[in-house]
């Protein structure tokens, strides 16, 4: 991981092998940003025309390298595009915390190799030092625990510059100021929980089983305080979770449910994030086609979501009390494996038709969500890759939103925004409640085709709790990047819904929520 440090120093007697700073969109051309005046002044004020000279405009994506000016130690600047400079007339305007995230990580992934950067981006405060900080560590990011020998290919590497960049020193930060200081603390734990949900869901299916996710979250809870609770498939069937069973029966590795239960002695709050961990979803005899299952490794990321967010909350030691719901099972077809036909009796006593066996998520979450409720936190929220229907109605960077309230769906939509992750409100219409009607148990696991994302929302809420604030958020779209990188985004897994649960952990600590 890339270490971070606050620096006061000033760029031309820096030693590092770039410099970076920020180029914005202004009415009449490029505009060096704020930051980088000692970069400017050494190109004689002429920055900005030198980099509309090699095609810069300040358009957010756009990276232009241009050497370092005489005098300067570092012998490479990295102009990174901020989009739309603010509005100059407004003193209030400032570059936005998502645009400098991107940034920086999109330069942090450029330097991959080098081994110290300076960045010297607008700040303006610590809210920017911690965009930046978790844009430098999140798109630093690479997975490469399987090329080759890990440890040998990691020595290449080093020797032939590929290794992530190393540090870096953001400059207009006070080393000693307690508010920076928080900043870059809370972009450490973030970032790297963040990246270690990347981990776990980049890791191939056969080395990520239920039980070796378990395992794992042990030993995170362990390191960090957290109380653990490990259901295998003999307390799962003691206990009656149809749903997780049903579905993890296909498969030689037996599913789990793990509770993990981050406590504040002062908090007097209590948030349940619950996450779809289906390690691998092969769609069970309602097998998916081929084209539709290379990337079904990501069926976890809900899981891997809610796990970092805990651990998150642990490392800040949030004011709140937080319990993540990890409903992990494989999904796969055998000769044990549920049928379409069968009926599941489900955790809460509700029996389900299974219909097709491909809609298991829902399985799997409706006994986790059951399980989440008997302790009547203040709110749930759930994160699932539940649906291709939510991928074709919001693309694949933005996650839908559903609630059984609606001041609840629009904080966490809000709560979202704020920290850079793409969301947008999905209703759930009681119409289509009809459509999951069964002939012979309380409800089918479909319903109609058209809508089918607030279908599996509407059947997710069947399995909370009267009376308790509940959201579900459908991150089939975002959780893992089938295109090239973009900011801070890797290709593969990406830890989507991880910041928006830390931060609705941290609202909730502030008394902001609900
Ligand atoms: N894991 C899939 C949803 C998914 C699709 C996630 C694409 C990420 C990318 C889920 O279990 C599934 O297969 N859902 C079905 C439900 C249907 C059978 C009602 C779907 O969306 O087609
Ligand atoms: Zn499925
Ligand atoms: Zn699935």
């Not at 994160?383 to 229907?389: D, E, K, N, R, S």
């Not at 929302?457 to 308790?468: A, H």
Request: charged content about 20%.
């Amino acid at each position: 991981m890339t270490a971070l440090t606050l620096s006061t120093a000033a760029a031309p007697g820096l030693r590092a092998d770039a410099i970076v700073i920020g180029v914005a969109k202004g009415a009449q051309g490029p505009v060096v940003a704020p930051g980088a005046e000692a970069v400017d002044k050494a190109y004689d004020g002429k920055l900005a025309g030198v980099l509309e000279t090699l095609g810069a405009s300040g358009a957010e994506g756009e990276l232009t390298k241009l050497p370092a000016p005489a005098g300067f130690k570092a012998p490479l600047v990295v102009a990174v595009g901020l989009g739309p400079a603010p509005d100059a007339e407004d003193e209030d305007a400032g570059y936005d915390a998502e645009a400098l995230r991107r940034a920086a990580g999109l330069a942090a992934r450029t330097l991959t190799g080098s081994r110290k950067a300076a960045f010297a981006l607008p700040v303006d405060g610590p809210g920017a030092i911690g965009a930046i900080g978790e844009g430098v560590l999140l798109g630093a990011y690479s997975f490469d625990a399987y090329k080759g020998n890990a440890q040998e290919a990691a020595n290449t590497k080093a020797k032939n510059g590929k290794a992530p960049l190393a540090e870096a020193a953001l400059l207009g930060g006070k080393p000693r100021d307690v508010a920076h200081k928080g900043a870059v603390v809370r972009a450490l734990a973030v970032a790297e929980e963040l990246n270690r949900a990347r981990d776990l869901i980049n890791m191939p299916p056969n080395d990520l089983t239920p039980a070796i996710f378990a395992g794992i979250a042990q030993a995170a809870a362990k390191e960090h305080g957290i109380k653990v609770q490990v259901l295998d498939d003999k307390a799962l069937a003691k206990g009656g979770y149809g749903g997780i069973l049903g579905v993890g029966g296909g498969s030689a590795a037996t599913p789990r449910l793990v509770k993990l239960s981050y406590k504040h002695p002062k908090a007097d709050k209590h948030l349940a994030f619950v996450g779809k961990g289906i390690t691998y979803d092969s769609g069970g005899i309602s097998l998916k086609p081929a084209g539709h299952n290379e990337t079904m490794k990501c069926d976890m990321s809900g899981a891997a979501a809610v796990f970092a967010a805990v651990v998150a909350a642990a490392r800040l030691g949030l004011e709140v009390n937080v319990t993540g719901w990890l409903a992990l099972a494989e999904n796969m077809p055998s000769g044990s494996a549920v049928r379409p036909g069968d009926v599941l009796r489900m955790y809460s006593g509700k029996t389900v038709e299974v219909l097709n066996t491909d809609a298991e998520g829902r399985l799997v979450l409706a006994d986790a969500l059951w399980a989440a409720s008997q302790e009547t936190p203040d709110a749930i929220v759930d994160v699932a890759t539940l649906t291709g229907a939510m991928m074709l109605a919001l693309g694949s960077r933005t996650f839908g939103v559903m609630a059984n309230d609606d001041a609840f769906r629009s904080a966490v939509h809000e709560a979202a925004e704020e920290v850079g992750e793409p969301a947008w409100p999905m209703p759930l219409p009681e119409h289509l409640r009809k459509g999951m009607e069964s002939q012979v148990a309380d409800l089918a696991n479909m319903g109609e085709r058209m809508g089918g994302g607030l279908v599996a929302g509407l059947f997710l809420r069947e399995f909370v709790g009267d009376g308790i604030t509940w959201a579900h958020l459908d991150i089939a779209g975002p959780a893992f990047n089938e295109g090239g990188p973009f900011g801070y985004t890797p290709k593969g897994g990406t830890g989507s819904a991880v910041r928006t649960l830390v931060r609705l952990a941290e609202l909730t600590a502030a008394g902001d929520l609900g």
